[in-house]
């Protein structure tokens, strides 16, 4: 006499709505997770700046905190318009630690520099120092 099919099908959407929530929610946490916090291997850095406006070029001091390997960090080089003009190993094959130094020819006033930490083979990326021209 009474139909029971259609409380069964509401019942599924109901199950599969929730285990599409459950899931997307999951996921969305292991994805900004891994790629808004910095791991334990990612090097602290504090780096000290001088610009050579006249000669346009910065050096960067690796003023302290924890080494890192010298081919693992790269350093790029944006004009004011935000175009890329410039990226280069930190060089060497050796450990970079306080006192070590790097200087990048082409940074032009208005210009802004990321130096850019690279694990593996470019699985992971973070940003450990920033220089902007204009406002150093």
């Known amino acids: 006499m009474f139909d029971d099919r259609a409380q069964n099908e509401v019942t599924g959407m109901v199950v599969i709505v929730g285990l599409a929530v459950i899931l997307s ?3 969305g946490f292991v994805v900004f997770q891994n790629f808004t916090t910095p791991g334990d291997d990612v090097p602290k850095v504090a780096f000290e700046y001088t610009h050579d406006e006249a000669a346009e070029e910065l050096t960067i001091a690796h003023n302290a905190g924890d080494a890192f390997a010298a081919d693992e960090v790269f350093v790029l080089v944006r004009d004011a318009n935000g175009s890329v003009t ?16 790097i200087t990048v020819d082409g940074v032009e006033r208005g210009a802004s520099v990321r130096i850019v930490w690279v694990a593996g083979a470019g699985e992971r990326t973070y940003v450990i120092g920033r220089w902007g021209g204009s406002s150093s």
Request: hydrophobic share 30%; aromatic share 16%; charged share 10%.
């Open 25 to 27: 929610l999951f996921f």
């Open 86 to 101: 410039g990226t280069r190993v930190w060089g060497g094959s050796g450990t970079v630690s306080s006192g070590d130094s």
